[in-house]
């Protein structure tokens, strides 16, 4: 049997009485969370959720999280978590796509939302709309976790969907447990006594690998947040002594903007990583500056479980690579033909292949089939490789800007505009142009009180960069939109055409 809830199991039989969770004041022991587990798989199935049935569930990064993922699997069922963020119509979808047999929701102090959340399973023909809080059952006799094959489905996971409807991605136990044993092996993590700092959501791949799973599975104690305010964030790492922080970059980047403006606490913390997005290199020196943790990046994506590669925190770590393939991971680069490149430098999709990949895409041949070229998966990045082997994150096939016929990638640009003194964050993507196709448009968040202009910062990336590279167009704002993950969210910036 290959249960991804065996790792509550041992952990609650090797450190009954370790704390598992901390949030707002609540601390619960692995021997409360496995039992409180027990208790979901038990309510579960009195409601008649049986082996293989999905359940959906929408809950912040709250101990509920947790409790029902865990008893959803020990039941044998399918876990569908749902974005926090999603609104009716999305998450009707989602329930009817993924023929979800019940939707358990935490929405603690929002009613309105709940209201929504409510109409949306009636809308789908979800007939179990459940409150987790009603769910919950005397977990004290135990229950007995449910034997599954290492193919068996565990997590359907719906991407982002930047083109059309999201997809589900099927991730199965084997999937799973290994990705979260090799991002431990990888991270050095399989040290007892672990505090994880888990701000990432839950209901993401990346939070859910990282800190859920690969923590369970070393008995760590996992301190939830969940919304991230970086004062907080900061007085809650140095109070709970925090040994293991993972991030977005526009977590480090809140980070290091309060770091840099007021009085930071002392922390224990022994290293951090980061992933979702590429991080840009002034951001990562400057975190390291003032905190003195060093960061590991690693790239990964939801159909991969998600971690693919990441670089080594113990060797010599090269700034701006997301490192090799992890265990049991192969990566390799491929032309616009498909074909394989082999020499160093050159410019290629990534396409993965190994114990991470995904099964299929739920219900959805037609786009499984066209997820895997020869039976690696296209991932729709680009990255180089150097002669040593590791790797460098170039851009998403689909973000890159085609100026006069020549390929300008959005990260290279941002990674220059970030190096200017009085730029705190910028994001690039491309703008129609009647005569190149697409022009260069850069939004910048200047640093405080900072009096750059724009014809000062064209000017200025006009002398550091190629000609059909720099921004002709630069739009100051006071924010970027981000999505529930942390990602900037570059489709709803300004799209307008150049003037």
């Not at 619960?28 to 038990?42: K, M, V």
């Amino acid at each position: 049997m290959l249960n991804l809830a065996t790792f509550l199991g041992d952990a609650a039989s090797n450190h009954p009485d370790r704390e598992a969770l901390v949030h707002d004041g609540r601390r619960l022991t692995y021997r409360e969370l496995d039992r409180a587990s027990d208790g979901i798989a038990r309510r579960l199935h009195q409601l008649g959720v049986a082996p293989g049935d999905r359940v959906a569930v929408t809950c912040p990064n709250t101990p509920e999280f947790p409790v029902v993922y865990y008893g959803i699997l020990k039941l044998g069922a399918i876990v569908v978590p749902l974005n926090v963020l999603l609104r009716r119509d999305e998450i009707a979808y989602q329930l009817r796509q993924s023929g979800a047999a019940a939707y358990l929701v935490h929405a603690p102090d929002h009613a309105e939302w709940l209201a929504e959340a409510e109409a949306a399973a009636a809308d789908s023909g979800c007939e179990r709309f459940v409150l987790i809080d009603d769910c919950e059952s005397d977990g004290s006799q135990g229950f007995p976790v449910h034997p599954t094959s290492p193919d068996t489905t565990a997590v359907i996971l719906y991407t982002s969907g930047t083109t059309g409807r999201p997809k589900g991605a099927e991730l199965t136990h084997a999937n799973l447990v290994l990705n979260a044993i090799a991002v431990n092996r990888q991270y050095r993590n399989e040290i007892c006594g672990d505090v994880h700092l888990v701000a990432l959501p839950l209901f993401h791949s990346y939070g859910a690998t990282v800190h859920l799973n690969a923590g369970i599975a070393v008995g760590a104690t996992l301190v939830l947040v969940s919304r991230f305010d970086a004062s907080a964030v900061l007085e809650l790492m140095a109070r709970e002594q925090v040994t293991f922080f993972a991030g977005v970059p526009t977590m480090y980047w809140q980070l290091v903007r309060h770091a840099a403006a007021a009085e930071r606490p002392e922390l224990n913390v022994r290293i951090a990583g980061a992933g979702g997005a590429s991080l840009p290199e002034e951001l990562l020196r400057e975190f390291e500056r003032l905190f003195g943790v060093p960061v590991v990046e690693g790239y990964g994506l939801t159909e991969t479980s998600p971690v693919v590669a990441m670089g080594d925190p113990v060797g010599t770590r090269k700034i701006g690579s997301i490192g090799r393939p992890i265990w049991g991971v192969q990566m390799r680069l491929v032309d616009l033909d498909g074909q394989v490149i082999h020499e160093p430098g050159v410019v290629g999709e990534i396409e993965v292949r190994g114990t991470g990949v995904m099964k299929r895409y739920f219900g959805m041949p037609e786009a499984t089939a066209a997820a895997f070229h020869d039976g690696w998966l296209r991932t729709g990045d680009l990255a180089r490789r150097d002669a040593d082997g590791d790797y460098y994150l170039v851009d998403r096939v689909k973000d890159v800007i085609i100026r006069g016929g020549f390929n300008v990638y959005p990260r290279e640009v941002e990674e220059l505009l970030m190096a200017h003194p009085q730029v705190s964050l910028a994001a690039v993507r491309g703008v129609p142009h009647p005569s190149h196709g697409e022009e260069v448009k850069a939004f910048v968040i200047r640093m405080p009180e900072a009096p750059l202009t724009e014809p000062d910062l064209v000017a200025w990336a006009r002398e550091r960069i190629a000609a059909y590279k720099y921004p002709r167009i630069v739009e100051f704002v006071d924010a970027l939109p981000m999505t529930a993950t942390g990602k900037v969210a570059k489709r709803e910036l300004d799209h307008s055409p150049f003037d």
